[in-house]
């Protein structure tokens, strides 16, 4: 399901989105797709994208100017089938902005699901488009499904990978996930993590869930927000 809502901040979209979704926070990834500053004749805002695999939301009404989308009925993927033009299209635009940053690189489609699509970029240069902890390739993410949006497919999400970068991301947090709560519970204290984006703050709330002497949040303000785990004395 992929909603859109909008804020004075980042901060006052997102809650908006908790809100009127019934969510909590880290239940969904976020996306910003438009960013205006204050000026002196025009109102700041900010518009944002919402993925969540949550179905049946009871979504509250809708108003001010805020949108929703829902994929359901609309999937360009259902069968998953090939989209040759739109495919095309992002494939170049993809190729055509690492050009511009000053490096080259082929973009393929690394898969097809429902409602999404794998790019695969391969580059001499794939360490610095994935950047640290992943910050430049989620980046050149983000402009793929702004991209994306415009040419009319708002309703799929585009996921930029190079170098099997997203799977070894994954693996490593799920070992730290594991490795920082068995610490946790021998000196039963609590450790605060790196900043992450939802998607891997979601990876690690969702390993340790079912440790039951071990909780965890999330705390700060953004998309970067960290993550505490902490011991629960087992009753």
Do not use: C, W
């Amino acid at each position: 399901m992929i909603y859109e809502f909008e804020g004075k901040t980042e901060k006052e979209a997102i809650e908006i989105a908790a809100e009127k979704l019934g969510l909590e926070k880290d239940d969904f990834d976020v996306e910003i797709i438009e960013s205006q500053r204050r000026g002196i004749f025009k109102k700041g805002m900010v518009r944002i994208k919402v993925h969540t695999d949550k179905q049946n939301l009871p979504v509250a009404s809708l108003n001010n100017g805020e949108k929703s989308y829902s994929a359901e009925g609309q999937a360009v993927f259902s069968n998953p089938v090939e989209q040759k033009e739109f495919e095309e299209n992002i494939i170049n635009f993809v190729e055509e902005l690492i050009k511009r940053m000053g490096y080259g690189g082929k973009a393929s489609v690394l898969f097809r699901e429902e409602n999404k699509l794998g790019i695969k970029i391969d580059s001499e240069f794939s360490s610095i488009l994935i950047g640290k902890k992943g910050k430049n390739l989620d980046a050149l993410q983000l402009l793929a499904n702004i991209f994306a949006g415009r040419q009319g497919h708002e309703d799929v999400r585009v996921i930029l990978d190079s170098e099997n970068y997203r799977i070894r991301r994954e693996e490593s947090l799920v070992r730290l996930a594991y490795t920082v709560a068995d610490r946790v519970r021998e000196t039963r204290s609590s450790i605060l993590l790196e900043p992450m984006n939802p998607f891997d703050r979601r990876l690690v709330h969702t390993a340790l869930n079912d440790i039951y002497d071990v909780e965890t949040k999330s705390e700060g303000e953004g998309l970067y927000k960290q993550i505490r785990v902490y011991y629960r004395s087992a009753k």
